[in-house]
């Protein structure tokens, strides 16, 4: 079963340090999301991308993250100063395989990358 | 502003014994109710989706109810590896790339 994956598992960096989370989304998916979950809270939307730009942003994703698809298979998501409250867990999300046999609508989550900022 | 409410926050069931978690929402223009389950330090696992009211899913000993302002997740004759915490979220505009907006959960913890 296809799945989505994410690299590294867990990332610790200092503060002030750029970061690049790495996501494999499944293939033949067109949209694909970035959230994130500090310890303990709830799962909060930062970026949504379709057709190689950003389709929708929340307040969090402000001018110190970015995202990219490099090629056709990765997407990433960059911190370029990290603070100490950006530590949590980043999930990579994708949805709608026009391809069939998956729900247009669903968004699939990948494992997550644990962010530890000192 | 788009609101996800769940409760309660966590819920202790013994085996076998049914019960249901609530989602309440408040999201201008839904366009998909979604169920996750989400176990300790992993991703958000999809389990459903809801788009009208009066809509029902099921899954194993999962059932999935939408009404105008609130889902319902049910859980009948639970097991130990029913476990987790269940995540209910909202989509509020039409097209695909839109984030969902999530609650805090339900923490289910099932005993043997």
């Known amino acids: ?118 | 502003e788009d609101q996800v409410t769940q409760s309660p926050e966590a819920l202790r069931l013994q085996e076998g014994e049914s019960s249901s978690l609530n989602c309440s929402y408040t999201v201008s223009g839904l366009r998909g109710l979604f169920w996750y389950r989400q176990d300790p330090g992993k991703g958000p696992e999809f389990l459903f989706t809801l788009y009208s009211a009066g809509e029902e899913k099921e899954k194993e000993r999962l059932k999935a109810t939408l009404t105008k302002k609130e889902s319902f997740l049910h859980i009948t004759a639970p097991k130990p590896e029913d476990s987790a915490t269940y995540l209910c979220a909202a989509r509020h505009k039409g097209g695909g790339a839109d984030g969902l907006t999530f609650g805090k959960g339900t923490h289910l913890i099932i005993q043997p």
């Open chain 1, 1 to 118: 079963e296809p799945e989505v994956t994410q690299t590294p598992s867990h990332q610790v960096t200092q503060m002030g340090q750029e970061v690049i989370l790495r996501c494999v989304p499944i293939s033949n998916h067109l949209y694909f999301y970035w959230y994130r979950q500090i310890l303990g809270q709830k799962v909060e939307f930062l970026v949504s991308f379709y057709n190689n730009e950003i389709s929708e942003k929340s307040e969090i994703f402000d001018d110190q993250f970015s995202v990219e698809r490099p090629d056709g298979s990765n997407f990433t998501l960059k911190i370029r100063s990290t603070k100490l409250e950006d530590s949590a867990m980043y999930f990579c999300a994708s949805s709608a395989n026009l391809a069939g046999g998956i729900s247009y609508n669903e968004q699939f989550f990948g494992p997550g990358t644990r962010l530890t900022v000192l």
